[in-house]
């Protein structure tokens, strides 16, 4: 018997440190009823009857999901939800036609340089230099 009374004391000290610990990290608009000293003080003096008070009546019930909830998945209502760069259509089509553009200098800067190789290969070879004409990108 002696240990079924240790199990519910602590219990009942269990509940009490989570319904402190619930009411002191409360935002003021999320209690509910009484103020919270109000709340602290039925919860220390009456620790069994004033937690499960706190947790009835004190705070201010969450939907789960909501936009404050911690829910996974759960988003705030208010403001929209910020996208990845590699989930944004824009980004992607910005990046892409950047890249095209910087692909397309960067081709014709290696064919230059390759021309210029192959022309000063054949000027010492002998050979008179060819000017072929640029394929256009």
Not at 13 to 33: F, P, T, W, Y
Not at 82 to 99: C, G, M, Q, T, Y
């Amino acid at each position: 018997m002696a240990r079924l009374y240790i199990l519910l004391f602590l219990v009942q000290v269990v509940l009490a440190v989570c319904a402190l610990i619930s009411c002191l990290s409360a935002e003021e608009n999320g209690i509910r009823h009484l103020p919270r000293i109000g709340w602290l003080l039925i919860i220390l003096f009456f620790p069994l009857v004033g937690s499960i008070a706190w947790f009835v009546a004190g705070r201010e019930r969450k939907a789960v999901g909501g936009p404050t909830s911690w829910a996974p998945g759960a988003r705030p209502a208010e403001r929209p939800r910020p996208l990845a760069p590699d989930d944004d259509p824009e980004f992607l089509r910005s990046i892409e036609k950047r890249s095209r553009e910087e692909d397309q200098e960067l081709f014709r800067r290696w064919e230059e340089d390759l021309r210029r190789r192959e022309n000063d290969l054949r000027k010492r070879e002998g050979e008179p230099p060819r000017e072929e004409p640029r394929p256009e990108v």
